[in-house]
């Protein structure tokens, strides 16, 4: 208690905020953060695009753009274009250079249900994802402060909203969707209100392919509620099949391609116009990893090293460590979430965008958040988290790849 007392004193004003406006702290927090982080995101990208902008560049056929800054940085900038097409315009599979068929429908369903009043799909979407990411950010703090205490949902929270792609959550991407479909069914979990849970479980099937990496989650958190541990209810048996509700979600989307586009697996076709086919990992690191003509050190210095290969590459290590790091620590349901969701991506056949999908990871950043109890780590995570936070926004707002 006395630790904890401390460290609240650490933080200041800031911990002081959500009592002076009389608003709950796990509420007052998330959005003290949301809103902090959300501004300074908006801000560069409104900055860097006069700033370093390549009009010489013609967008990509699939992006509509607008005048307005913002709204043209976080509603058509790569897969954005996409979610948007498939609000206005169907599902595409042949025909098109890359099938839209390839994105799940959870996000593109919530923005058609925003647009009658909004009237804008761009708009919708940004809408959809900021508030799934504030929620998001409730559950979290919720979550982590019944497991770990106050202090460590601070840092979590934080450490969440800060990392170098937490920016997509600001756009109109899935990310936003996903976080708070995988943090809500665990958190329900824990209080032992499985159909919920299962909802949400299946609404991550629905959301993206590895929607499925919540069902050992799920499935150790019934096992820990059925030996007796933590102060849920004992669950019914008959609760169980609720772990797998991301098949549900996943099979659902399969029927309608099946019965639109006569392929159940389009999603998966579709994806290889991006070059993601199943392959080995080691194949991956083989291909990453092999020697340049001139040799590593001419490479470096002439500065033809492919720096976003290994930039996604070192982001994964990080989470497949932190993932074991968990396992060591028995918090089996949370190591498999992380292992199972960097996995997945370095089997894919390629490195491309890993750097976005582990952020999604949520179980890390609360093993992260422990660890930053040391001022000097906090610090330390914080500085490069805001650093790569503020260089991606401006490369992203730009039109440069970043994830």
């Known amino acids: 208690m006395d630790m904890e007392l401390g460290e609240r004193k650490q933080n200041g004003r800031l911990w002081?905020?959500?009592?002076?406006?009389?608003?709950?702290?796990?509420?007052?927090?998330?959005?003290?953060?949301?809103a902090v982080t959300r501004l300074g995101i908006a801000l560069i990208a409104y900055l860097a695009v006069p700033l370093i902008n390549d009009s010489l560049t013609p967008p990509p056929y699939h992006l509509r753009g607008t005048e307005n800054v913002l709204l043209d940085v976080f509603g058509s900038r790569w897969d954005t274009g996409?979610?948007?097409?498939?609000?206005?315009?169907?599902?595409?599979?042949?025909?098109?250079?890359?099938?839209?068929?390839?994105?799940?429908?959870?996000?593109?369903?919530?923005?058609?249900?925003?647009l009658p009043p909004v009237g804008d799909a761009a708009v919708a979407g940004i809408l959809v994802s900021n508030l799934a990411l504030l929620l998001a950010a409730v559950l979290f703090?919720?979550?982590v402060a019944?497991?770990?205490?106050?202090?460590?949902?601070?840092?979590?929270?934080?450490?969440?909203?800060?990392?170098?792609?937490?920016?997509?959550?600001?756009?109109?991407?899935?990310?936003?969707?996903?976080?708070?479909?995988?943090?809500?069914?665990?958190?329900?979990?824990?209080?032992?209100?499985?159909?919920?849970?299962?909802?949400?479980?299946?609404?991550?099937?629905?959301?993206?392919?590895?929607?499925?990496i919540v069902i050992p989650l799920l499935l150790w958190e019934w096992?820990?509620?059925?030996?007796?541990?933590?102060?849920?209810?004992?669950?019914?048996?008959?609760?169980?099949?609720?772990?797998?509700?991301?098949?549900?979600?996943?099979?659902?989307?399969?029927?309608?391609?099946?019965?639109?586009?006569?392929?159940?697996?389009?999603?998966?076709?579709?994806?290889?116009?991006?070059?993601?086919?199943?392959?080995s990992v080691f194949s991956t690191m083989a291909e990453l990893l092999q020697r340049p003509a001139g040799g590593w050190g001419t490479a470096v210095l002439a500065g033809q090293v492919h720096i976003d290969n290994w930039l996604d590459f070192g982001l994964a290590m990080l989470f497949l460590l932190l993932g074991l790091v968990l396992l060591r620590k028995k918090r089996y349901g949370e190591a498999a979430f992380v292992l199972l969701g960097v996995l997945i991506a370095l089997n894919s056949g390629l490195l491309m965008s890993l750097r976005r999908y582990v952020w999604v990871l949520f179980p890390a950043f609360i093993l992260l958040a422990q660890w930053g109890?040391?001022?000097?780590?906090?610090?330390?995570?914080?500085?490069?988290?805001?650093?790569?936070?503020?260089?991606?926004?401006?490369?992203?707002?730009?039109?440069?790849?970043?994830?």
Do not use: C
Request: avoid cysteine; proline fraction near 7%; charged fraction near 10%.
């Open 223 to 279: 096992w820990r509620q059925w030996r007796g541990g933590g102060s849920a209810q004992r669950p019914s048996p008959f609760t169980l099949p609720v772990v797998l509700m991301p098949l549900a979600g996943t099979g659902a989307f399969m029927v309608y391609l099946w019965r639109v586009f006569g392929d159940p697996l389009a999603f998966v076709h579709g994806a290889a116009a991006w070059a993601r086919q199943p392959q």
């Open 146 to 212: 019944e497991m770990h205490g106050p202090a460590v949902a601070d840092r979590a929270v934080w450490y969440l909203l800060i990392f170098p792609t937490a920016f997509f959550g600001t756009a109109v991407y899935s990310e936003s969707l996903f976080l708070l479909a995988t943090i809500g069914a665990w958190y329900f979990a824990r209080h032992g209100r499985w159909g919920v849970a299962g909802l949400l479980a299946m609404a991550a099937g629905l959301t993206r392919l590895v929607g499925v």
């Open 16 to 34: 002081l905020w959500p009592q002076r406006l009389g608003m709950a702290r796990w509420l007052g927090l998330p959005l003290l953060f949301f």
């Open 373 to 403: 109890k040391r001022p000097w780590l906090d610090k330390l995570i914080t500085t490069f988290s805001l650093l790569g936070l503020a260089l991606f926004t401006a490369l992203f707002a730009n039109g440069y790849w970043v994830g």
């Open 82 to 114: 996409f979610y948007i097409s498939i609000v206005e315009e169907g599902y595409k599979y042949e025909g098109v250079p890359l099938p839209s068929v390839a994105f799940f429908p959870l996000l593109p369903l919530l923005m058609r249900l925003v």
């Open 141 to 143: 703090y919720r979550l």
